[in-house]
């Protein structure tokens, strides 16, 4: 499996993509040797097993797990599955599922890419949205943010950004869940890239230009409130 990563990862997706099919531009100089091979089949062996139907659906004749091979390659490539705890966490996620059907490269990618941040100790879209609400309910306990009980550094970081974000631009439900996946994607990068996040600190206030006057008021209420300024 090690050596099917390095294939990967020593790809670029233009190149993979001519091996999945896509011959509209020249070759570069990656080709799959047979051990890469070897290691791909290893990996669908693993899928047959653990999806039974997948022998009468995807994988129905050679031709067909061929391509879906090479197509899994490519996806792999382009999202930056590079790394042997990557794929572990995808195969835990798929021994798991209660279903006899194979997933798609990006479901299977996705649980990939959750499992590494869970490995980081960062939490899931779901629960990072939760601790955003949670720190809502329960901020105006606490002379500053710096003073909550935060699980972790990066918790720090990651929730009051999505809280600025979120009374700034006055976000949905929808619109605040998309920018935790966004986050939690910049900090895993920075955590598997070994930097040490900081521990909480008092952070200058982000100035906006509120579309609404309730909203202006909001603002300056909150910042009175964090840096102990007195009323006018």
Same mark, same amino acid.
């Given at each position: 499996m090690?050596r099917?990563?390095q294939?990967v990862?020593?790809c670029?997706?233009?190149?993979l993509?001519?091996?999945?099919?896509?011959?509209?531009d020249?070759?570069?100089?990656?080709v799959?040797?047979?051990?890469t091979e070897?290691?791909?089949?290893a990996?669908?062996?693993q899928?047959k097993?653990?999806?039974?139907a997948?022998?009468a659906?995807?994988l129905? +004749?050679?031709a067909e797990?061929?391509?879906?091979?090479?197509?899994?390659?490519?996806a792999?490539?382009?999202?930056g599955?590079? +790394?042997?705890?990557?794929?572990?966490?995808?195969?835990?996620?798929?021994r798991?599922k209660? +279903?006899?059907?194979?997933?798609?490269?990006?479901?299977?990618?996705e649980?990939?890419?959750?499992?590494a941040?869970?490995?980081?100790g960062?939490?899931?879209?779901?629960?990072l949205?939760?601790r955003?609400m $949670?720190?809502?309910?329960e901020?105006?306990f606490?002379k500053?943010p710096?003073?909550?009980?935060w699980?972790?550094n990066?918790d720090?970081?990651?929730?009051t950004?999505?809280?600025?974000?979120?009374k700034?631009?006055?976000?949905?439900?929808l619109?605040l869940?998309?920018?935790?996946k966004k986050?939690? $994607?910049?900090?895993?990068?920075?955590?598997?890239?070994?930097?040490d996040?900081?521990?909480?600190?008092?952070q200058?206030?982000?100035?906006?230009?509120?579309?609404k006057?309730?909203?202006?008021?909001a603002?300056?209420?909150?910042?009175?409130v964090r840096?102990?300024?007195r009323?006018?």
């Amino acid at each position: 499996m090690t050596r099917l990563l390095q294939a990967v990862a020593n790809c670029d997706s233009g190149t993979l993509s001519q091996i999945a099919g896509n011959t509209s531009d020249k070759p570069k100089q990656c080709v799959l040797n047979v051990n890469t091979e070897r290691l791909v089949d290893a990996l669908f062996r693993q899928f047959k097993q653990v999806f039974p139907a997948a022998g009468a659906t995807n994988l129905r +004749t050679l031709a067909e797990e061929s391509a879906a091979k090479k197509q899994w390659v490519v996806a792999f490539a382009e999202n930056g599955i590079t +790394t042997r705890e990557q794929l572990a966490a995808g195969m835990r996620w798929a021994r798991a599922k209660d +279903t006899p059907f194979m997933p798609s490269p990006g479901q299977f990618i996705e649980q990939c890419k959750a499992g590494a941040r869970y490995a980081v100790g960062l939490p899931d879209a779901d629960e990072l949205y939760r601790r955003v609400m $949670k720190y809502c309910g329960e901020r105006g306990f606490y002379k500053c943010p710096e003073n909550y009980p935060w699980e972790t550094n990066a918790d720090y970081w990651m929730i009051t950004a999505l809280y600025s974000q979120m009374k700034a631009g006055n976000l949905t439900e929808l619109e605040l869940l998309q920018r935790c996946k966004k986050q939690l $994607k910049t900090m895993a990068k920075r955590v598997t890239s070994g930097e040490d996040i900081p521990e909480p600190r008092k952070q200058l206030p982000q100035l906006y230009i509120p579309s609404k006057p309730d909203i202006a008021k909001a603002h300056i209420a909150d910042i009175r409130v964090r840096f102990g300024f007195r009323k006018a």
